[in-house]
């Protein structure tokens, strides 16, 4: 074993320990062209406008596609994901998106890797879903699981509900190039379930009809009217079909508390904007404006 690999051994330990239970690395000179094509396929998904109004995803574009532009000194990544429960939060009324459910995971994971990586004798840059990086596509090449025909990415353990993080390094640790096997074979239950044909192919997500874009990224009205299946705010349909996600290996998740997911009609549809600015602070709900919390309110009601 040489001295990186050793590293690379102690730095997959700690951060285990750490709350991390899925670790890997990969070396970028090693994926270099297979992240290229990674690269191409989503500049060819934003030329299709499918990224709807997520005007940051085409300012990053050059960022996700040249890793190197984030992080200058890059020599490989450390990727996570922690998983998060797999419990429904809601009944078929009114329901989140199950991420929503405990504190913003952002801050959190940031904090958690920043306590492991603090003090390292190499440089790094920790990105957890705010940078331009491609998480998926780096949690796939380093082996944590495939990306699925939902486009999400898929541990055969764990299933997809995962919370990813990447840490570009200066230091090469490595490892073996193992990616994971895609299993979803002929399944294609994650296109059938979806109520607005978001999946346009396998593999092949249009955000722009997306439950989870339409009542977490689009702003103001929308051109027409959508199921939106109860979800208030996000939309685990694809996930919830998924047969990985049927029995995933069970985890020791901090299941947070539903206190500031309402979920009463009336005292929602009653709700002022200052009171919920202070329902949702601090919390990952924070994404979504007031007024546009009151458009998924009323489609989810279906009430005009």
């Known amino acids: 074993m040489t001295n990186a690999q050793k590293k690379f051994d102690d730095l997959k330990l700690r951060l285990t320990e750490n709350n991390f239970p899925l670790v890997g690395a990969v070396d970028y000179e090693s994926i270099a062209p297979l992240y290229s094509e990674h690269g191409e396929r989503y500049r060819s998904w934003i030329d299709r406008s499918f990224h709807g109004d997520m005007a940051y995803l085409q300012r990053g574009l050059e960022r996700r596609l040249d890793p190197k532009l984030v992080f200058p000194e890059l020599q490989s990544a450390v990727v996570v994901a922690r998983p998060y429960a797999v419990q429904q939060v809601g009944d078929t009324s009114l329901r989140y998106a199950r991420y929503l459910n405990g504190e913003d995971y952002h801050e959190r994971m940031k904090s958690d890797l920043e306590d492991v990586f603090r003090g390292s004798d190499f440089k790094y840059k920790i990105c957890v879903d705010t940078s331009a ?148 602070k601090g919390t990952a709900l924070t994404r979504v404006k007031f007024a546009d919390f009151k458009r998924n309110l009323k489609a989810a009601l279906k009430r005009p």
């Not at 990447?166 to 059938?192: A, S």
């Not at 103001?220 to 996000?234: C, I, R």
Request: glycine share 6%; charged share 25%.
């Open 133 to 280: 990086v491609l998480e998926r596509t780096w949690a796939a090449l380093a082996g944590l699981g495939w990306i699925g025909k939902n486009t999400l990415l898929i541990n055969p353990q764990y299933g997809s509900y995962l919370f990813l993080g990447v840490v570009f390094t200066d230091q090469k640790f490595e490892q073996k190039f193992e990616p994971k096997k895609d299993f979803c074979g002929n399944c294609e239950r994650c296109l059938k379930v979806c109520p607005t044909q978001a999946i346009v192919a396998p593999h092949d997500l249009d955000a722009r009809k997306c439950i989870s874009y339409l009542t977490l990224e689009k702003r103001g009205s929308w051109d027409q009217e959508y199921d939106t299946k109860g979800f208030l705010a996000g939309c685990d349909l694809c996930q919830e079909i998924c047969p990985y996600n049927t029995k995933p290996v069970r985890y020791n998740t901090e299941t947070g508390t539903t206190s500031y997911l309402m979920f009463d009609e009336e005292k929602l549809l009653a709700e002022t904007e200052t009171e919920y600015r202070q329902r949702v």
